[in-house]
């Protein structure tokens, strides 16, 4: 079962430019079934209820965002994980857009 998060009604910020999401020896990881590049993009994100930092990994090209711009996410997902008494959500989306008609913060 996937877990999809609607970012229709909420405004996505970019906090940190994306980078190489890398494994625990500093190789960039890549995705199992396409050997993509996987890349991490630290965003803002709001809603009427207040806002939360979150990171979001994409796959492919390198997402073409820069901090301060707002962002479409294309297909949201939440991925719980529990691992060695550690556990949390992890976010991944098919892609980070610039939104149309903003750019990044002056």
């Known amino acids: ?56 990994t994409t796959a492919g090209e390198k997402p073409g965002v820069t901090v301060g711009q707002l962002v479409a996410v294309e297909q949201l997902e939440a991925i719980p994980w529990a691992t060695n008494g550690r556990n949390g959500v992890a976010f991944r989306a098919i892609s980070l857009k610039p939104k149309a008609g903003n750019s990044a913060a002056k």
């Open 1 to 56: 079962m996937k877990l999809y998060v609607d970012t229709q009604s909420k405004q996505v910020q970019v906090t940190k430019d994306p980078e190489p999401k890398n494994d625990q020896n500093g190789n960039q990881r890549s995705e199992k079934n396409t050997g993509r590049l996987m890349w991490s993009t630290q965003v803002f994100v709001l809603d009427e209820t207040g806002g939360e930092i979150i990171t979001i």
